[in-house]
């Protein structure tokens, strides 16, 4: 069936016409999603990415134009877009919970000093960073995101998470020589 009558069909409300294209095109799309929200997302952020993208099909038939290209392109776009959206939302609004052990082991910047007092000086150093510095500092060496990665989350030019994290690590290294100058 074309698809300029499958969208006047579904534009009818004929379910059946629903159906064929859920029947489809449900494998792709999941495939789409799933590929943008491998990282973050689970089974379920995968599921409702898709189903969205089907209820908007079914509200929205009339905004699909079949002179531009074809249904299943319009679907793999529209389910990306909203892939992303979500991804960008799960990045932003999950919670980072800051296991002191793990982050000190990621986290290599005081090899001169033993263990025990990295760990008594390092998690200090870091609560003096802004909250920006340390959010990008745990998701880079604590969840090993890519600086890509964090700049797609937190909706940020890449060389700006660079700079910031350059910046952050500088400034730990400088509190923990102070520190060091201090205990000595």
Do not use: H
Request: aromatic share 8%.
């Amino acid at each position: 069936m074309q698809d300029a009558k499958i969208i006047e069909k579904i534009q009818n409300g004929e379910e059946a016409a629903m159906n064929l294209v859920v029947n489809q095109y449900a494998r792709l799309l999941w495939t789409i999603a799933d590929a943008v929200l491998e990282k973050v997302g689970t089974v379920q952020d995968v599921e409702e990415c898709v189903a969205d993208v089907f209820i908007y099909l079914w509200q929205n038939a009339e905004k699909y134009n079949p002179e531009k290209g074809k249904l299943k392109v319009w679907l793999s776009v529209i389910t990306r877009s909203r892939a992303i959206n979500r991804y960008r939302k799960l990045c932003k609004y999950q919670e980072l919970p800051l296991n002191e052990t793990i982050f000190l082991q990621q986290l290599d910047l005081t090899e001169n000093l033993e263990n025990d007092r990295r760990k008594d000086l390092l998690l200090p150093a870091f609560c003096l960073l802004k909250e920006e510095e340390r959010d990008i500092l745990t998701r880079r060496y604590y969840y090993e995101q890519k600086p890509r990665t964090i700049a797609l989350a937190l909706d940020m030019p890449v060389k700006r998470v660079e700079n910031i994290l350059y910046r952050a690590k500088q400034k730990l290294r400088q509190t923990l020589a102070d520190q060091k100058e201090v205990l000595l």
